[in-house]
């Protein structure tokens, strides 16, 4: 549970940058969001050091596909999928926080899409 908190922090991050702007209603939604994943999460104090730290920093589409790619090699086809979907619901709802799709966020949801396909 902790890599998948810490990958949906760094790419709530991620996309919500993309468009160059880091609205307050988008850090909203992702520490909220982040904050409820990690009460049942029970995270060691080491690893709540890393989920708030990749909330400190940027990161590129590249890193985001790799670590989700490295991710979802530890899971089943269906599981898998299931993560897939998830993180794809979370972006869409990142990028939907500032009331604003822009373009970039857009296409660089569609690389991200293509590349862990």
């Keep these: 549970m902790e890599k998948i908190i810490k990958l949906m922090a760094k790419s709530g991050l991620f996309f919500a940058n993309a468009d160059g702007k880091y609205d307050e209603k988008e850090?909203?939604?992702?520490?909220?969001?982040?904050?409820?994943?990690?009460?049942g999460a029970e995270l060691t104090d080491e690893a709540q050091k890393e989920v708030e730290g990749a909330l400190e920093r940027t990161y590129t589409l590249d890193e985001i596909v790799d670590d989700t790619k490295t991710l979802l090699a530890d899971f089943d086809q269906k599981e898998?999928?299931?993560?897939?979907?998830?993180?794809?619901?979370?972006?869409?709802?990142?990028?939907?926080a500032d009331g604003v799709e822009h373009p970039a966020e857009k296409k660089n949801f569609e690389a991200w899409v293509d590349a862990i396909a």
Excluded: H, P, Y
């Design 27 to 39: 850090k909203n939604f992702i520490n909220g969001f982040v904050a409820r994943l990690k009460q």
């Design 80 to 96: 898998q999928l299931t993560i897939k979907l998830t993180l794809a619901r979370f972006i869409k709802d990142v990028i939907a």
